[in-house]
């Protein structure tokens, strides 16, 4: 079955960095697009990036376009998001989805920036 385990999620001052990670399982990894999302409080859940099977086509919202990077190694069936400069409006749960296949989510790892 599809698996998807998100860590790296914490606490982190304004202008800070974290590293998100999602191992992943159930699926032939190297043939899947991935992306990340996140749903902040009291808003929708939308996509935040997306890379495609070897990692040559990387998309971004605008919003956090310049400042996050996805990345993924196929060896180790894990994808990354690479965050810098947060800001408060990044304070929400992050979630790796398959870009297709079926809505499966992991558990989510949570992000809050605050100083």
């Known amino acids: 079955q599809v698996r998807l385990v998100e860590s790296g999620g914490g606490l982190v001052q304004p202008g800070g960095s974290l590293r998100l990670s999602c191992a992943a399982s159930?699926?032939?990894?190297?043939?899947?697009?991935m992306s990340w999302h996140r749903q902040a409080p009291g808003k929708e859940r939308m996509l935040v990036a997306s890379?495609?099977?070897?990692?040559?086509?990387?998309t971004y919202a605008d919003s956090v376009k310049g400042r996050f990077a996805i990345s993924r190694d196929n060896n180790k069936n894990t994808v990354y998001l690479q965050m810098a400069s947060l800001n408060s409006e990044d304070t929400a749960v992050y979630y790796c989805?398959?870009?297709?296949?079926?809505?499966?989510w992991g558990q989510g790892t949570q992000v809050t920036v605050s100083s």
């Open positions: 989805k398959k870009a297709s296949g079926g809505d499966y």
């Open positions: 159930g699926f032939t990894f190297s043939s899947s697009t």
């Open positions: 890379i495609s099977r070897t990692g040559g086509i990387t």
